[in-house]
């Protein structure tokens, strides 16, 4: 039996049924063959840019007999799919949001013909939900989990959703800073994570006054999202 994270069950939750979807970075192949052992009209492309995770995955997929149903693809990013394939979802999951959005950003191209984004940055959030407006793939859903002491965010984007998920009442920096949905849902999870954020930099700007050089656009955002914490969960 294969033993999945509950962060990798959340985001295989939101692959449709019977999709055709790419993993970029599989971690093994284990989100491709949970999603393929549950759901026999599925296909999987796994995505690696190194050649020991591309052997690796290649491992899981052999041990579980799922040969007919994944594909393990050595490539970086999103060069990896190719029209043919007729993949309708990416997921990109477990890493940074500067470099999810060099991914995006780099072969954007090859996003015309898919529908589904399920995105899972370990940080900088706010950089993946200003680029999926720019790509125009709105944000469609979001939420938030915490697994083993890390809180983790998920960001689904669907290209036929009209984009309703920002108010424009509110501050669209604040939206993409906080998650517009998880801003809605202000679940406990939510809380614990922007708490924490709070004392994290709260404890930067009392290092500041001590620091011999002082960034003041630094010092005037951290001073922002302080206060927009102190707003929405203090």
């Excluded at 295989?12 to 052992?37: E, K, Q």
């Excluded at 796994?46 to 040969?67: D, F, M, N, S």
């Excluded at 083993?148 to 669907?158: D, F, G, K, M, V």
Aim: charged share 25%.
């Amino acid at each position: 039996m294969l033993k999945l994270s509950e962060r990798l069950k959340r985001i295989a939750y939101h692959i449709p049924l019977g999709s055709r979807f790419a993993d970029i970075g599989s971690d093994h192949a284990y989100l491709c063959s949970h999603v393929c052992l549950q759901d026999p009209n599925a296909f999987a492309i796994a995505g690696e840019v190194r050649e020991g995770p591309y052997a690796a995955a290649q491992k899981t997929i052999q041990k579980y007999q799922l040969e007919h149903s994944i594909q393990v693809r050595l490539g970086d990013g999103l060069e990896i799919i190719h029209e043919t394939d007729h993949v309708d979802t990416v997921v990109i999951a477990g890493m940074g949001g500067k470099l999810m959005t060099e991914i995006l950003r780099k072969d954007h191209k090859k996003l015309r013909h898919i529908n589904q984004l399920i995105l899972q940055p370990n940080t900088n959030a706010e950089l993946v939900r200003e680029l999926l407006i720019h790509l125009e793939f709105p944000l469609s859903d979001e939420e938030i989990m915490e697994e083993n002491h890390h809180i983790y965010e998920i960001l689904i984007a669907t290209k036929q959703q009209d984009n309703h998920a920002y108010d424009a009442s509110i501050s669209l920096d604040k939206q993409l800073y906080f998650g517009p949905y998880l801003m809605q849902q202000n679940s406990p999870v939510f809380h614990k994570k922007w708490l924490h954020e709070y004392e994290h930099i709260t404890n930067i700007l009392s290092q500041i006054p001590h620091s011999k050089e002082q960034d003041n656009d630094t010092i005037a955002l951290l001073e922002k999202r302080k206060s927009w914490i102190e707003e929405l969960v203090k």
